[in-house]
C-alpha cells in the first residue's frame, strides 16, 4: 500500500465533532502525537523506526505542513498522518480522551515579548485537554531551548495530580535508537544553547465521560 500527500493529511475536524484518530489508520496501535512537527524530521524517524506506532504530526505554519506531508509520502509511510491546525484547540474540542500514549513537544514558540505570552501554547486549558487525552501509562516529553518558558510549563504540569515527572531518560525517548533530535535540538545544540528537558508519566485511573468515546 503506498499513500498519497492527500491520503497522509487530514482535515481538522468540523466545528463540535470529537474524532476517533484510529479512523484515519488501517490498523490499530498506540497512538502518538507530535505538537508543532515543523518540517518532519523528528516524526520521519519516529515512524521509520516505529511502524507498530501511529503518529499524528500537527503543524501550523502551512508552508510546513505542506513540507512534512510531502515528505511523509515520499518516504512510504502509511503509520503517519499530518493535520495543519492550532493544536490547542484541536486537543480542546476535537480529541477524545483516553487515546495518546506519548504526546512530543519540543521547542514550542516561546513567545518572548510579554504582551505575546497570551499566544503561547502551554497554557491551563491546553495542559487540561492534555492531561484528559492521555491513556493511563501515557508520556508526554517535552523539550525547549526558552529556560522561562520551560519553566512556566513544569509549574503547570507538576500541579497535576494526574501526572508525574520522571526523568527524561527514564521514559527510554533517549535510549531508542530511532531518537535524532528534532530540528530546533540539532540546531540549538550546534550553537552550544542549553536544552531543556522533562517527562511526565500520566497515571489516571479511569477517564471521566462526558459523553464522549474514548479510542
Ligand atoms: C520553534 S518551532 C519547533 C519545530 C520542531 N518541533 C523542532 O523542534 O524542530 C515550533 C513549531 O510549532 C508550530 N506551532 C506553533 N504553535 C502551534 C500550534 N498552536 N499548533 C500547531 N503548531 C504550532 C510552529 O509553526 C513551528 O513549526
Redesign the pocket.
Known amino acids: 500500500m503506498t499513500l498519497t500527500m492527500e491520503d497522509i493529511i487530514v482535515e481538522p475536524p468540523a466545528e463540535g465533532v470529537v474524532i476517533d484518530p484510529m479512523d484515519w489508520f488501517d490498523s490499530p496501535g498506540p497512538f502518538e502525537i507530535?505538537?508543532?512537527?515543523?518540517?518532519g524530521?523528528?516524526l520521519l524517524s519516529r515512524a521509520r523506526a516505529n511502524l507498530h506506532l501511529r503518529i499524528l504530526g500537527?503543524?501550523?505554519?502551512n508552508k510546513?505542513f505542506r513540507y512534512a506531508a510531502d515528505r511523509m509520502a515520499r518516504w512510504k509511510l502509511i503509520n503517519v498522518r499530518v493535520m495543519r491546525?492550532?493544536?490547542?484547540?484541536?486537543f480542546i474540542h476535537h480529541l477524545p480522551p483516553a487515546c495518546v500514549s506519548t504526546l512530543h513537544l519540543?521547542?514550542?514558540?516561546p513567545w518572548p515579548k510579554k504582551r505575546h505570552h497570551k499566544r503561547r501554547?502551554v497554557r491551563p486549558d491546553f495542559v487540561e485537554a492534555a492531561v484528559r487525552a492521555f491513556v493511563p501509562g501515557g508520556r508526554w516529553l517535552i523539550?525547549s531551548d526558552h529556560e522561562e518558558y520551560f519553566g512556566i510549563i513544569r509549574s503547570l504540569l507538576d500541579r497535576r495530580p494526574e501526572l508525574t515527572g520522571t526523568a527524561w531518560e527514564e521514559t527510554g525517548a533517549e535510549a531508542q535508537a530511532d531518537w535524532v533530535g528534532?530540528?530546533?535540538?540539532v540546531?540549538y545544540a550546534r550553537e552550544g544553547r542549553t536544552i531543556y528537558r522533562v517527562a511526565y508519566v500520566a497515571h489516571q485511573p479511569e477517564q471521566s465521560h462526558n459523553g464522549q468515546d474514548t479510542c
Do not use: R, S, V
Open positions: 507530535e505538537i508543532g512537527c515543523g518540517k524530521g523528528f500537527i503543524e501550523w505554519a510546513y491546525t492550532d493544536a490547542g484547540y484541536f519540543y521547542h514550542p514558540d501554547l523539550q528534532t530540528n530546533f535540538e540546531k
